[in-house]
């Protein structure tokens, strides 16, 4: 049972053929570019979307954190559709892969930490000892701050990975004791009913994006301008 | 755990590189924000002359009290 849980997380090949490249590019298709000044209803309704969410994010920062916008943007829409994508059944969820999740956190946010050392670097090095800690803890605070920050990009990595990759699992348990039970008695009707409601919980993955990209975010924000 | 098994991941970088920077960059770099349109003045405003635009306007032979 063990092989068979995790076999819908193997990258998918046919016939030899990596088409998880495929399916990593399929999401940008939704979301069609236009050239007209009016345009239809899908494609105003996203880029609506999208300057919400973008007023919203870029409240926060001054001139140098906002040139991230682009960066940002394309970023919640990419691991966004990429999410909801994978609510279908029986589809592949690239998110669930370490490696993805890995290769897009430890660059953005090395970028994050390179900019603050380029651009402030007595205060992004004043970010390893609080403000107000006795002297003789200096060190193992440094110690301390220092971990914090290198854990910071493999957080984000796993912690995608993770939910995603937790929640797709419970779907299928829940799914295939939904439909054993089905032939044993009627409380099928319960765990059908908690198949829905966690079904609506794993929608909020679409959270899980906003807590990575605002994570990022922060951690931006922190870096660039403090 | 399958995610584990490192000999995909380089094609998974490459094509997650090669979709969120530039695939996806490219399209929303092309969404446009217009302001809203607005009607334009039919009146032109008030044009000054030459010795008015400048400076030294008090002094010049036309503006000082005539003799």
Redesign the interface.
Known sequence: MNENL??S???PTMMGL?I??LI??F??IL?????R?INNRLISLQ?WL??LTSKQMLAIHNHKGQTWA??L???I??IGSTNLLGLLPHSFT?T?????N???AIPLWAGTVITGFRHKTKASLAHFLPQGTPIPLIPMLVIIETISLFIQPVALAVRL?ANI?AGHLLMHLIGGATLALANISTSVALITFTILILLTILEFAVALIQAYVFTLLVSLYLHDNT | ??????S??F???M???????I????????????LNPEPKPTTTPNQLSPWEKKWTKIYSPLSLPQQ
């Open positions: 995790f076999a997380f193997t990258t990596p998880v490249i990593i590019m999401p940008s979301f069609p570019s236009p050239n000044l880029q999208v300057q682009l960066m943007m394309s970023l829409l990419f690239p669930t892969q370490l490696s993805m890995l290769g897009m990975t990759t | 755990m399958p995610q584990l098994d490192t995909t991941w094609i998974t970088i094509s997650m590189v090669m979709t969120l920077f695939v996806f960059q490219l399209k929303i770099s092309k969404y446009l924000y217009p």
